[in-house]
């Protein structure tokens, strides 16, 4: 788990540095739904359909899914500083 965390944490630091605009909190937070809505829309109702559990329960997990990432795109979009020079 530790593993595929690190892996999710730099290529979703990758992928921000790539589309890097100089927008502040806001492009953190854009950036932060749509990854959020890449990974856990499509992999919350994908659980819904694979496995016997209760929509609610896959509804939450795509909210507070998506408030993470919009969570960690704002972090990134404060720490994120480019090269000068």
């Known amino acids: 788990m530790y593993l595929t965390d690190f892996a999710l944490s730099i290529l979703f630091t990758y992928i921000f540095t790539k ?8 492009e953190g937070v854009r950036y932060g739904l749509i990854i ?12 819904y359909m694979v496995y016997p559990i209760p929509l609610t329960l896959a509804l939450q997990w795509f909210v507070y899914g998506v408030i993470r990432f919009i ?4 972090i990134v979009s404060l720490i994120y ?4 020079g």
């Open 36 to 47: 959020g809505l890449l990974m856990d829309g499509i992999g919350s109702f994908g659980q």
């Open 19 to 26: 589309g890097y605009e100089n927008r502040g909190i806001m």
């Open 81 to 84: 500083r480019p090269k000068t």
């Open 71 to 74: 969570i960690l795109g704002i």
